[in-house]
């Protein structure tokens, strides 16, 4: 079979060039199994913008220009659907989430949930005042324990519950932390189920039929899709009805209204909201404290614009982002300088398609390797420094917000959100907190493993810039 479809292919036209693999199995041999966005660059170097491998036939297409992704873009939906992960997807239950929705009705029922409420500045700002309250609190937190190893913890529990508090209204005390942990619990989940390579069953569909007592990899799944069922059903449960404004209660506006069906898209568009939200922005504020670690000049530069800006009368808010640009830069930068979704996540083919004269069969597996694209030294000059000027003078690099976010009809729907989080822990940060390096060896910049990749653990020493900085975060 694999044969034959091969030598339609050859007739149809040519996939893009890449690694040449063994008969049948293809480049099985080929593909890495750690920090994979370092070989597709390394090939991409090789073989250009847009290459291909092809696993037992399945073909594999690596963006690892811009403007190949950029050329996607223009052709709809084209590119729009996601492929099959029967782990991820049907068996532990992510497919019904947007993430890992196919293209189609359903799917743009809950991009449209995402634009109506949180998809532009104007219908995000209902929301910003929680993230502001929540991003109080992890101040209070930051400064009862400013441990190095504290940190992950409370930017992990920060991002969960600004994304309780909007998707359902629940405000995050002690007694609902097991919230946080539940969803937390269901994120790492989907990062080990959609591992690439990580399930045979992935490049072979047919071992769903496999009995449990034969493949334990499917108690694996089964314990994982309860943990699902749980991020889903627990916190709707909680809010429903009871819940002041939410992304949930605005949802359920004209409820007697809505079918069974209609209710369970509000549940899972809920989750996608915190699936997709909380472990990202962790990351990314995670790689915030590291780089202030690496670049203390930065740091420097962006806490003297917030005293010149503010001074010691307030904490800085949303509104005075277009006040800051240099932290605004920094929040830009950041997003650039650590990959969040270093290969964002795998879109498919839903047809047929012609890209820069190469073929993209129908059922193609596309991976943006973005990592590759924000650390492209021909578009940001040393790649690896932390420098926010390089979107402040002329002539300005490309912006890294139009890469970091994906692609075509799949771009982050919650990037609004992003922004507007990762600015306000920044800024406020930045105005109380001063960090630095520990004793000891300069910590490394690596991402590690996974679909949301996190900054590999480091040492620091945090600590309040002054008495007035531990008087205004007293005072909110
Ligand atoms: C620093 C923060 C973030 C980064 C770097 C980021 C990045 C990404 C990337 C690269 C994708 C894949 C896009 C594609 O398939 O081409 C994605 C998808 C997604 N993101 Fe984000 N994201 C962030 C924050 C958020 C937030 C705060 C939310 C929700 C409030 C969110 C919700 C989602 C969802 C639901 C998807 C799946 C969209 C779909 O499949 O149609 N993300 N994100």
Redesign the pocket.
Known sequence: LILIQQLFRKQRGRLPPGPSGLPFMGNVLDMPSVTEWLTFAEWGAKWGGICSVTLLGQPIVILNSVSAMEEMDTKGAAFST?PRLPMAGELVGYDQ?????PYGPK?RI??RS?AKL?GTPAVLGQFIPAVENETHLFLKRLLLNPNAEAISAHLRRLTGAI?LRITYGIDVQEEQESFVTLIEKANDNFNAATAPGAFLVDVFPAMLHIPEILAPWKRTARIWARATKNMVEAPYLFAAGTAPISFVSRLLENEEKLSEEDIHDVKYTAS??Y???AD??A??LYAFFLAMVLFPDVQRKAQEEIDSIIGGARLPQSTDREQLPYVAAVVTEL?RWHS??PL??P?AALEDAILNDHLIPKGSIII?N?WNMLHDAQTYPDPASFRPERYLTTPKQRDPRTI????????????E??EA??FLCVATTLATFDIERAAGPLPVHENLQGTISHPKPFDCVVKPRSERAVELIGEV
């Open positions: 996601r989430t947007l993430v890992l929705l799917f809950f991009r995402f949180i994304i996608s909201l699936g997709g939200g990202t922005t990351a990314s997003l969040v979704a964002g996540v879109h943006a973005l970091c976010f994906g692609f075509g009809r799949r771009i982050c729907p919650g990037r959100l992003a989080s990762v």
